[in-house]
């Protein structure tokens, strides 16, 4: 996620909470009939979903945990929504917006859509709303390209000057040079589009008591440490939901959450791949456990100052036995990378090999280096990420064949917080998935202006050249080599970070929930799901 959160809230705050998409199995689970038709013999059709408690408002610009959007992205809504295959559609928008000949300025026409309050969503919401992920810190990078960014980022202005309402459902956005993901920047959850009198009279309840959007259902009432309520919006713009209610359940621990599934008191849980070998091989249980990989995975972040050359990054790549992490810690749930850049994106390398395990060759390249009797390497995890400890620890042992001696160094969040701004990691066990379907937010976190934010401190000029070319032209052919170079010179060229593992993500939904749907960016949608 482009907030930089990393092992931190992609890993640990929202343990369980990454899942897949799939349709309904066929097979109920022994105990879950009686749950299911307990909500139907009441007269109104509810989903049940465990969820660990987010614990701060549900506001996606104010707070950026997945966690978070699983509950909001049935409320509230972006311009433009992400298809399952990636692909753009338009949402509030009539039809996708029109550029201009100057690669400038896009042309947006709004359709007809009540907010839950019963107003109508104009023109000046829209500008309300991505001026207020401004102002809110948090994901502004998202609007940098949008012309008066600077000026409103750094206090100088109020409002971002590349916004003009021409009326309530006419707008035009120009930026200040071409970005050919920005369409993409606009669907997602951080984009979302917010009623101006609304929030603003909201104050600090919004997201807490109050929280308004145009999506299929509306927020009926949200309590720390109980759950969270939803009810159906009948004037919806897409067509009134079929379902009556979504009720979340907050469950801190994974093993509790699939008791519940099974007691039939929940309908949708998340599925933690330590749980996966478990309940694969239940008979009542396996056919509704439903899977995908999101567009993501886990990394070594190198310091490059503390670890200058880039033999000795190499090596430490090559003692990294990616198969092994894959079958042992991950259960064979997770997949050897060949690339930075998932399949699913531009930019990946199809013809690429799978980074290898060669402790012979890494040695050797040590000794080359000048550590011919062996290398001492610490590796930092999180201890909110039980998956980022698990690999080092695998790590750690691997690597002996290789002549590294491996020191795991567990920290809390705000240490890890601090040595990540302030330079103090040599190796950390890190993680990232795309906030929109572009190899831009995949190259995020590595990116010439987060490098010395991360520990990083990794600048090479002509990779930001290739970051720069590849947002100022939409040619996919193009852009597919460019990104293809990108990335090369990222793992196999300076290896400035090493790819770990392609984690699958689970989750056991009730056989009689039909017409729901996860898409790739892991953002639940139940405007077409029913319950029988």
Same mark, same amino acid.
């Given at each position: 996620?482009k907030?930089?959160?990393?092992v931190? @809230? ?10 897949g998409?799939?349709?309904?199995a066929?097979t ?8 299911g ?7 109104t059709?509810?989903i ?8 701060v408002?549900?506001d996606?610009?104010q707070?950026?945990? &997945?966690?978070?959007? *699983? ?13 399952k295959?990636g692909?753009?559609?338009?949402l509030? @928008? ?14 947006f ?10 107003t109508?969503?104009a023109?000046s919401?829209?500008?309300? &709303? ?5 102002k ?17 980022e750094?206090g ?13 459902t ?9 970005? &050919? ?6 669907s997602?959850?951080?984009?979302a ?9 909201a ?7 109050t ?9 009926d ?8 309520? %939803? ?16 009720s ?14 099974q007691?039939?008191n929940?309908d ?6 330590? @749980?996966?070998p ?8 396996k056919?509704?456990?439903?899977s995908?990989?999101q567009?993501?995975?886990?990394y070594f972040? %190198? ?7 880039p033999?000795? *990054?190499?090596?430490?790549s090559?003692?990294i036995? *990616? ?9 064979g749930?997770a ?17 690429a090999?799978?980074?290898a ?5 890494a040695?050797?390249l040590?000794?080359?280096a ?5 290398y ?31 020191t ?17 990691m ?5 993680n990232?998935?795309?906030d ?10 590595v990116s010439?202006n987060r ?9 090479n ?9 590849g ?9 597919q ?10 793992? *196999?060229?300076d ?7 392609n984690e699958?993500?689970?989750?056991l939904?009730?056989p ?11 953002r ?9």
């Amino acid at each position: 996620m482009k907030k930089g959160l990393q092992v931190l @809230l992609s890993a640990s705050l929202i343990i369980g909470l990454l899942a897949g998409c799939g349709s309904g199995a066929q097979t109920a689970p022994a105990s879950s009939s009686a749950g299911g038709s307990s909500t139907a013999s009441a007269g109104t059709k509810t989903i049940r979903i465990a969820a660990v408690d987010p614990q701060v408002p549900l506001d996606m610009q104010q707070n950026t945990y &997945s966690i978070i959007m *699983r509950l909001t992205d049935n409320v509230a809504e972006s311009l433009i929504s992400s298809q399952k295959d990636g692909s753009l559609a338009p949402l509030l @928008l009539d039809q996708m917006p029109t550029l201009f000949e100057d690669k400038l300025t896009y042309s947006f026409t709004l359709k007809s859509v009540k907010f839950h309050d019963g107003t109508t969503l104009a023109s000046s919401d829209v500008k309300y &709303s991505l001026e207020r992920l401004v102002k809110e810190e948090k994901m502004a990078s998202l609007m940098a390209y949008v012309a008066g960014y600077d000026a409103m980022e750094s206090g100088k202005a109020t409002e971002l000057s590349g916004i003009k309402v021409v009326d309530d459902t006419h707008f035009t956005i120009t930026l200040s040079k071409p970005y &050919s993901p920005f369409l993409s920047v606009l669907s997602t959850p951080y984009a979302a589009i917010y009623p101006k009198a609304a929030c603003e009279a909201a104050g600090d309840t919004w997201g807490l008591k109050t929280l308004i959007g145009t999506g299929p259902f509306k927020l009926d009432s949200y309590t720390a440490g109980s759950g969270a309520e %939803f009810s159906k919006f009948s004037d919806y713009h897409g067509g009134a939901p079929k379902i009556d209610k979504i009720s979340y359940k907050f469950i801190e621990d994974p093993n509790t959450q699939v008791l519940e599934y099974q007691k039939g008191n929940v309908d949708f849980v998340d599925l933690d791949n330590s @749980l996966y070998p478990v309940y694969s091989s239940n008979a009542a249980l396996k056919d509704q456990i439903h899977s995908f990989q999101q567009a993501g995975g886990y990394y070594f972040n %190198f310091n490059v100052k503390t670890i200058k050359d880039p033999k000795v *990054r190499e090596a430490i790549s090559l003692a990294i036995d *990616r198969k092994s992490i894959c079958d042992s810690v991950l259960h064979g749930t997770a997949s050897v990378p060949t690339s930075f850049i998932p399949a699913s994106l531009t930019g990946h390398d199809s013809s690429a090999q799978a980074f290898a395990y060669d402790p012979a060759k890494a040695k050797s390249l040590l000794a080359s280096a000048g550590y011919a009797s062996g290398y001492n390497l610490r590796v930092t995890v999180n201890t909110k990420s039980n998956l980022g400890k698990s690999i080092a620890t695998a790590f750690q042992q691997e690597a002996k064949a290789a002549g590294i001696n491996v020191t795991v160094e567990p920290v809390d969040s705000a240490a890890w917080s601090d040595m990540k701004k302030n330079g103090g990691m040599d190796c950390s066990v890190s993680n990232w998935y795309v906030d929109y379907n572009d190899p831009d937010s995949m190259l995020y976190p590595v990116s010439d202006n987060r490098a010395d934010l991360v520990s990083s401190f990794w600048h090479n000029a002509q990779f930001k050249q290739l970051m720069e070319d590849g947002v100022k032209t939409d040619d996919s052919a193009a852009r597919q080599k460019i990104y293809v170079q990108a990335e090369n010179i990222l793992t *196999r060229q300076d290896f400035a970070i090493a790819p770990l593992i392609n984690e699958t993500k689970f989750y056991l939904l009730n056989p009689k929930v039909t017409g729901f749907e996860i898409n790739s960016d892991n953002r639940m949608d139940f405007s077409k799901a029913d319950i029988g």
